[in-house]
C-alpha cells in the first residue's frame, strides 16, 4: 500500500494550505527527511520533508491550495499503482461550481491546473480564456486532472467584477496583484482585531539609559547587535511577569494567563507583516534576545520562517521609529491582548523641576483588548515599561 | 418505407445494378449456387444466370486481378473476397495494380471495380476470420474505402461503389447481417466521402464506423440518462474522409470520442485525430479518446473475444472521460 501525503497542520489555527513546488517530481526515490515540496501557509512559507521513504509514485495537488488533511501524494514502491479519489461526482458540482477564482477557494478531491508553471487548459478553453481576457492563472480547473475546461473559463469570465473597475480618473491600466496567502492573512486577522474594543495609552520614555546599555553592549560584544527593540522586548517581558494579568488572551469562555512573555516583533518583510516571536523573552539575557531577534527576523526577511517561528506570542511590539515616525497606534494582533506601538527617539525640549533639559524621548502607544484588561491595569503595566526604559538595570 | 436487413439491402443493391446495367456482374467464391458464405447474393444466380453472377475458383489474387481486368475492358464488376483477412492474399492487385492504373496511364484507363468483403468479431470466427483491416487500405492513395453502418446506408453507398470510375472497397461486418432498418422505396445512391450524423447532441461527438456506430447509438442512449448529450456521426466512407462533416460535428460539441471494431493501434481512428486536432484545435475542450480493440489477436474463446473486441461500455466510459463525468 502507498503512503498517502497529506497537507500537514504546521501551526495552531492552521485549515488550509498552498502548495507553492513540489522538489521532487513523480516517480523520483524521496528519502525520509528529505524536503519533499514547499508549502504557504497563512503564515510562512516553508519546505515540508518527506514522513516515508520509497518512489513518489503521485501527484495530486502539483500546485495550490488544500485544506489540512488532504491527500497531495503517494510514496510508494516503484511500479505500484495509487487510486487517485476522482474529481467530486456530478451531484457534488453545483456546491463545487461557484469555485472558480484560484485566491481563498479550495475543491476537495481536484487538483490545481497549474504544474510546474504550466498551465493545463484544454485548447478550447485557452482560446475563450484569450477571447475574454481572462487569465487562465487565476482559473480553477475542474476537469480530468486539474484541467481547465471552456466551463471553467465562462464560470471565471462571468465572477470576474468586470476588472478592472471603471475609474475615469485614472490614467494608465490599473494592476490586479493577486491576494497572496500572507496579504490575506493580514486582512482576516487585522479585521477581527477591529472587533475587539481597545482603548490607547500613550507615555513618552526618557532613553538616555537605554540608549547608554545598547551602545555598551555592542561595545562588549560586537558580534551580537544589540538594538533598542531588544532592550524594549526584554523590558516588556519583565513588565510583563509583573503584571500577568496584561499578558494574557481573551475568548469566549475565559482569560488565558500565559506563563510565559513570548515577545511578538512585527517586522516588514518583503512578502508582507509577519510576526516573528522570541519566546520566554523574561528568562533571556539581553544578548539571547538579540540573538534571537536577529535570527528570526533575519528568516522573516528571508520568507524561510517556520511555523514554529510564529506561533505562541504572547505580546507585540510594532517599532516604526527607524522611519522617522513619532508616535502611532498599532492594531491589535489576536488573540493577544496588547500591543506597543514604539515611536522614534528624539531630542525633545523636557522640563524637570522647574528646569528646561534636552533628553532623547521615545512616546510608546499600547493598544489594549479592554475585554481582557482594564485601563488601570493597562496604565499601570505601561508605567513599569516607561520605569524599566528609564532605568533598565530595574529589569534585570 | 419498408424495412430490410442489412444483408437484403446489399443484395437489392446488386440486383438493381444486375437488372439495369449489362456491364455489372459479380463474382467471387461459392456466390453462385451457395448464395455466398453469408447468403448475401442468394437468388441473384436465378435471375441473372451464371455468366453474370461466377463462382471462382479459391485465389483472392485471380478474384482481384481478374476483376480489374475486366473493370480496365469497360464493364463494372462486384468482386466478393469472402473474408477481409483473405484481402491480404489480394493485396498485389489492389494496392499496385487496382489503385495504381488510372494515375499511370494518365487517366487513359479507369478501374470501375467494387470490392466486397465482409469481417469481424462476436461470433467467434477466431484470429484470422475476424479481422478488421481498413486501416491498411485507407493508406493507399489512388483506392475508395466505404464501410456502411445501417441497411440504407450499404444499399446506396454499395451503389455509388458500383458507379465510381475507381475502385472502391466496401467494407460489410458478419454482425451487421441481420440489422433492419428502413429504406427508401427506391434505391437513393449515396455519395462516397459524405458523413451522416445518425443522432444529434451538444456534448460530445462520437465517430464510429461499422457495429461502433450501434454500440455508440446504446452508449449515447445511457449517457443521455446521466445529462450527457451525445453526437453520434458515422464517416460512412474512410477514405476520401468527409473532413469537413467531422470537424463541424466536433466543433459543436469541443468533445470528440473517435470508435471502431478494428485495433485501436495505427488505426483508422488514429488519421480521425489527427484530422480533428488540426483542424479543430481550438474548439477541442478535452483529448480526443480512441475506443477499439486491444493490440492482440482476436482470441477463439467468446468470453476472451469479448474482452478484445470493444463493447458499449467501452464506449460509454471514453464518452464519461471526455466529459469529466
Known amino acids: ?396 | 418505407m419498408p424495412e430490410i436487413t442489412y444483408r437484403e439491402a446489399v443484395r437489392d443493391a446488386l440486383g438493381t445494378a444486375l437488372r439495369r446495367d449489362e456491364d455489372v456482374f459479380v463474382m467471387g467464391e461459392d456466390i453462385a449456387e451457395m448464395g455466398g458464405s453469408m447468403g448475401v447474393t442468394q437468388g441473384l444466380l436465378d435471375e441473372f444466370g451464371p455468366e453474370r453472377v461466377r463462382n471462382t475458383p479459391i485465389s483472392e489474387m485471380a478474384i482481384v486481378g481478374a476483376g480489374i481486368g475486366a473493370a480496365m475492358a469497360g464493364m463494372r464488376p462486384v468482386v466478393e473476397i469472402m473474408y477481409e483477412d483473405f484481402l491480404t492474399l489480394s493485396l498485389e492487385q489492389i494496392v499496385n495494380q487496382a489503385a495504381k492504373h488510372r494515375y499511370m496511364s494518365g487517366g487513359q484507363l479507369k478501374i470501375p471495380l467494387t470490392i466486397r468483403t465482409q469481417g469481424g468479431a462476436g461470433w467467434s470466427p477466431g484470429a484470422q476470420h475476424a479481422q478488421q483491416l481498413e486501416a491498411w487500405l485507407v493508406h493507399v492513395p489512388g483506392l475508395k474505402v466505404v464501410y456502411p453502418s445501417t441497411p440504407e446506408d450499404v444499399r446506396g453507398l454499395l451503389w455509388s461503389a458500383i458507379y465510381d470510375d475507381n475502385p472502391v472497397i466496401v467494407f460489410e461486418h458478419r454482425l451487421l447481417y441481420p440489422v433492419r432498418g428502413e429504406v427508401a422505396e427506391e434505391l437513393e445512391p449515396i455519395p462516397i466521402g459524405k458523413s451522416r450524423v445518425l443522432r444529434e447532441g451538444n456534448d460530445v461527438t462520437v465517430i464510429a464506423t461499422g457495429p461502433l456506430v450501434h454500440h455508440a447509438l446504446k452508449a449515447a442512449a445511457e449517457a443521455e440518462a446521466d445529462g450527457i448529450s451525445v453526437e453520434v456521426v458515422d464517416p460512412r466512407t474512410l477514405q476520401p474522409l468527409d473532413e469537413e462533416g467531422l470537424v463541424a460535428s466536433v466543433k459543436k460539441t469541443n468533445r470528440a470520442v473517435i470508435a471502431h471494431e478494428a485495433v485501436t493501434r495505427m488505426g483508422f481512428g488514429a488519421e480521425v485525430a489527427a484530422v480533428l486536432q488540426y483542424q479543430a484545435f481550438d474548439w477541442l475542450d478535452a483529448p480526443i479518446e480512441r475506443v477499439g480493440s486491444k493490440f492482440a489477436p482476436l482470441a477463439f474463446a467468446p468470453v476472451m473475444e469479448q474482452f478484445v473486441v470493444p463493447q458499449v461500455e467501452d464506449v460509454l466510459a471514453a464518452i464519461r472521460r471526455t466529459v469529466g463525468k
Not at chain 1, 273 to 286: F, G, I, K, Y
Not at chain 1, 297 to 309: H, I, S, W
Open chain 1, 1 to 396: 500500500m502507498a503512503n498517502e501525503v497529506k497537507l500537514p497542520r504546521l501551526g495552531q489555527g492552521m485549515e488550509a494550505g498552498t502548495v507553492t513546488r513540489w522538489l521532487k517530481s513523480e516517480g523520483e526515490q524521496v528519502a525520509k527527511g528529505e524536503p519533499l515540496y514547499e508549502i504557504d501557509t497563512d503564515k510562512v512559507t516553508q519546505e515540508v520533508e518527506s514522513d516515508f521513504a520509497g518512489v513518489l509514485l503521485k501527484i495530486a495537488l502539483p500546485e495550490g491550495e488544500a485544506p489540512v488533511g488532504e491527500t497531495i501524494a503517494w510514496i510508494g514502491e516503484a511500479g505500484e499503482t495509487v487510486e487517485a479519489p476522482s474529481a467530486p461526482p456530478p451531484s457534488a458540482a453545483p456546491e463545487a461550481a461557484p469555485v472558480t477564482l484560484v485566491p481563498g477557494t479550495t475543491v476537495p478531491g481536484t487538483g490545481s491546473s497549474a504544474n510546474g508553471g504550466r498551465i493545463k487548459a484544454s485548447p478550447l478553453a485557452r482560446r475563450l480564456a484569450r477571447e475574454r481576457g481572462v487569465d487562465l492563472a487565476r482559473i480553477r480547473g475542474t476537469g480530468p486532472d486539474g484541467r481547465i475546461v471552456a466551463e471553467d473559463v465562462e464560470r471565471g469570465a462571468a465572477a470576474a467584477p468586470a476588472a478592472p473597475a471603471p475609474a475615469p480618473v485614472v490614467s494608465g491600466e490599473i494592476e490586479s496583484v493577486p491576494l497572496t496567502s500572507i496579504r490575506k492573512t493580514i486582512a482576516r486577522r487585522l479585521t477581527a482585531a477591529w472587533q475587539a474594543p481597545v482603548f490607547q495609552l500613550t507615555v513618552s520614555a526618557d532613553m538616555t539609559r537605554a540608549n547608554e546599555l545598547v551602545a555598551k553592549a555592542r561595545e562588549l560584544d560586537p558580534d551580537v547587535r544589540v538594538t533598542v527593540t531588544d532592550v524594549l522586548a526584554k523590558v516588556c517581558a519583565a513588565a510583563l511577569r509583573r503584571h500577568p494579568d496584561v499578558n494574557v488572551a481573551y475568548t469566549e469562555d475565559a482569560l488565558l494567563r500565559f506563563p510565559t512573555a513570548n515577545i511578538g516583533i512585527a517586522v516588514a518583510a518583503p512578502q508582507g507583516l509577519v510576526v516573528p516571536v522570541v519566546p520566554s523573552a523574561e528568562a533571556r539575557s539581553l544578548a539571547d534576545i538579540a540573538r534571537a531577534r536577529g535570527e528570526v527576523v533575519e528568516r522573516a526577511r528571508a520568507n524561510k520562517l517556520t511555523a514554529a517561528d510564529l506561533d505562541g506570542g504572547t505580546f507585540t511590539i510594532s517599532n516604526l521609529g527607524m522611519y522617522g515616525v513619532e508616535q502611532f497606534v498599532a492594531v491589535l494582533n489576536p488573540p493577544q491582548a496588547a500591543i506597543l506601538a514604539v515611536g522614534a527617539t528624539e531630542d525633545r525640549p523636557v522640563v524637570e523641576d522647574g528646569e528646561l533639559f534636552v533628553r532623547p524621548m521615545m512616546t510608546m502607544t499600547l493598544t489594549v483588548d479592554h475585554r481582557a484588561v482594564d485601563g488601570a491595569e493597562g496604565a499601570d503595566f505601561l508605567r513599569t515599561v516607561k520605569r524599566l526604559l528609564e532605568e533598565p538595570a530595574l529589569a534585570l
